[in-house]
């Protein structure tokens, strides 16, 4: 819980914000989860085995135009926190644990960084994508493309579809 407060400091920090669409409560919990490894957040908060979230759920997207359509900044921030989870859950299948937690971390940090994106909506993807990149071409993927991609799509963004080759 209390990393999940300094990632709303954070929001503040990186102009991701805390608005009503759910990004800040999302993104605070990313920063938690990211920060210990773990997908839960608020173990045995609300008494045992009672957790506050978990980027293990299943909340789906519902799409640019509808921004904090479960009606609480809580469950609407899932979305998000839900794709960064999986994302790092894949890249941890695919590089190992150690490695995948670098390159997420590296990616998340970085986007932060980089971008003010203060609302959910699927650019996100294309943002961490474009952190991912190393020549350039998005149209040819990045090296861990469909890690991304499919933690994306996973949660219900629309993912990407890279052009076909000639």
């Not at 293990?56 to 998000?80: I, K, S």
Request: proline share 4%.
């Amino acid at each position: 819980v209390i990393a999940h407060e300094l990632g709303h400091w954070l929001n503040d920090r990186y102009s991701t914000g805390n608005g009503g669409d759910g990004m800040g409560e999302g993104n605070a919990d990313v920063w938690a989860m990211y920060s210990y490894d773990d997908p839960i957040c608020g173990l045995n908060f609300c008494g045992l085995g009672c957790n506050v979230r978990t980027g293990l759920n299943t909340r789906q997207y519902c799409g640019d135009c509808c921004p904090g359509c479960y009606g609480e900044v809580h469950a609407d921030g899932e979305v998000w926190m839900g794709a960064a989870w999986k994302v790092r859950d894949n890249l941890n299948t695919t590089l190992g644990n150690t490695l995948g937690d670098l390159t997420s971390n590296e990616i998340f940090l970085g986007w932060m960084n980089a971008y003010n994106q203060s609302q959910i909506r699927s650019i996100i993807e294309t943002q961490w994508v474009t952190l991912d990149d190393d020549d350039g071409n998005l149209s040819n993927g990045t090296p861990h493309f469909h890690a991304i991609d499919d933690g994306f799509r996973e949660q219900g963004f629309p993912g990407i579809v890279l052009p076909c080759p000639p």
